[in-house]
């Protein structure tokens, strides 16, 4: 039988902004990722979780490992 595996991360990195409000280090957060200056690396995996579809569509639960 083949199985379908799916395998979510979570990755987090901090980065500092100087901004007049929290509105405006958003926008200039969001920006800068988009134009790829703030990159998350690989390693910086904080969660990571798996589930299995089987050849009949059933999932499983989502499993942390």
Not at 9 to 27: G, P
Not at 54 to 59: G, L, R, T
Request: with cysteine.
């Amino acid at each position: 039988m083949k199985y379908t595996i799916t395998i979510e991360e979570t990755v987090a990195k901090d980065f500092e902004i100087e901004a007049n409000s929290a509105d405006e280090a958003y926008e200039t957060a969001e920006q800068k990722y988009k134009d790829g200056e703030f990159v998350l690396d690989p390693g910086d995996c904080q969660f990571k979780q798996i589930a299995i579809t089987n050849p009949s569509s059933e999932s499983t639960e989502w499993r942390e490992f």
